[in-house]
T-cell receptor, first 110, second 114 residues
Framework: SQQGEEDPQALSIQEGENATMNCSYK?????LQWYRQNSGRGLVHLIL?????REKHSGRLRVTLDTSKKSSSLLITASRAADTASYFC??????????FGKGITLSVRP | DAGITQSPRHKVTETGTPVTLRCHQT?????MYWYRQDPGHGLRLIHY???????DKGEVSDGYSVSRSKTEDFLLTLESATSSQTSVYFC?????????????FGPGTRLTVL
C-alpha cells in the first residue's frame, strides 16, 4: 500500500510562477525523496531530505519536511515549460525500501 | 545516467505465455529492483536483489519470479502472463556511494498482455 500521498493530483501554472506540491505519509520515516518523471520515461531522483532535516535546497527546488505533521512540500520556483512532468514523493522507512505515492501531474504553460 | 538498460522496451503477448524482462547495468551496483507502474497506483515494488543470487519479494510479487546470476543482470519472469500484468515495468539500482536509499531508474518496458 502507498505510504506517501501527494496533493494536488494535478497542477497547472503559468511559466515563471512557483509550483508547490505536498506529500503526506503515515508511518515514521528515515528519509523522504522526490522524483520527477517525464512522459514515457523513467523516474529521475530530484532531492532527498532526512528525517532530522527541516529544509533543503537544490537549484530551483526547495523541500521542507515536518515530521510532526508527517508531511513534506516541494517548491519549484520560477517554473519553466521543461518542468512539465509527474512528480512523486517516496518515503524510506526502517526497511530501506522506497514506497511511492501516486504522483502529481504538473503542467507549466508557456 | 546510471548505465541501466531494459529489454525489450515494448512487448505484446498473449495470456498464458511466459515473459522475461531483462535489466542490465554497467556499473556494478549491488542493489537492483523491479517495479510496476499503473495508473492510480504509482510505482509498486515487485522484487529486489541485494546481490548475486540474493533476492526478496516486494509488495506485489505474486505471479512474478526473478533471477540474478550475474551482478549486471536482473531478470523478471512472468511464468504465465495475465491481463492484470499489463503495465509499465521499471528496473532501478541503488548506488551505495551516493546513499543506498536513492534509486536510479531505467527507461521502462511497456508490457501488454492480451
Amino acid at each position: 500500500s502507498q505510504q506517501g500521498e501527494e496533493d494536488p493530483q494535478a497542477l497547472s501554472i503559468q511559466e515563471g510562477e512557483n509550483a508547490t506540491m505536498n506529500c503526506s505519509y503515515k508511518t515514521s520515516i528515515n528519509n523522504l525523496q522526490w522524483y520527477r518523471q517525464n512522459s514515457g520515461r523513467g523516474l529521475v531522483h530530484l532531492i532527498l531530505i532526512r528525517s532530522n532535516e527541516r529544509e533543503k535546497h537544490s537549484g530551483r527546488l526547495r523541500v521542507t519536511l515536518d515530521t510532526s505533521k508527517k508531511s513534506s512540500s516541494l517548491l519549484i520556483t520560477a517554473s519553466r515549460a521543461a518542468d512539465t512532468a509527474s512528480y512523486f514523493c517516496a518515503t524510506v522507512g526502517a526497511n530501506s525500501k522506497l514506497t511511492f505515492g501516486k504522483g502529481i501531474t504538473l503542467s507549466v504553460r508557456p | 545516467d546510471a548505465g541501466i538498460t531494459q529489454s525489450p522496451r515494448h512487448k505484446v503477448t498473449e495470456t498464458g505465455t511466459p515473459v522475461t524482462l531483462r535489466c542490465h547495468q554497467t556499473e556494478n551496483h549491488r542493489y537492483m529492483y523491479w517495479y510496476r507502474q499503473d495508473p492510480g497506483h504509482g510505482l509498486r515494488l515487485i522484487h529486489y536483489s541485494y546481490g548475486v543470487k540474493d533476492t526478496d519479494k516486494g509488495e506485489v510479487s505474486d505471479g512474478y519470479s526473478v533471477s540474478r546470476s550475474k551482478t549486471e543482470d536482473f531478470l523478471l519472469t512472468l511464468e504465465s502472463a495475465t491481463s492484470s500484468q499489463t503495465s509499465v515495468y521499471f528496473c532501478a539500482i541503488s548506488e551505495v556511494s551516493r546513499g543506498p536509499d536513492t534509486q536510479y531508474f531505467g527507461p521502462g518496458t511497456r508490457l501488454t498482455v492480451l
